[in-house]
């Protein structure tokens, strides 16, 4: 009986892997970024009204 995995099982580990490095670090970055965009290109109409 051969207990080995086979190289489709060690093919998608390797893949699933490889996904959560890339969700983990590219998730913040891509909020980060998000954020970063919004208040630099953000609506500044509530700056501009003056107080009544």
Do not use: C, K, N
Not at 11 to 30: I, R
């Amino acid at each position: 009986m051969d207990t080995s995995p086979s190289s489709e099982s060690i093919f998608g580990m390797l893949v699933y892997f490889l996904f959560l490095l890339l969700a983990v670090f590219l998730g913040p970055l891509e909020a980060v970024l998000g954020l970063a965009l919004y208040w630099l290109l953000g609506d500044d109409e509530e700056q501009r009204q003056t107080p009544s």
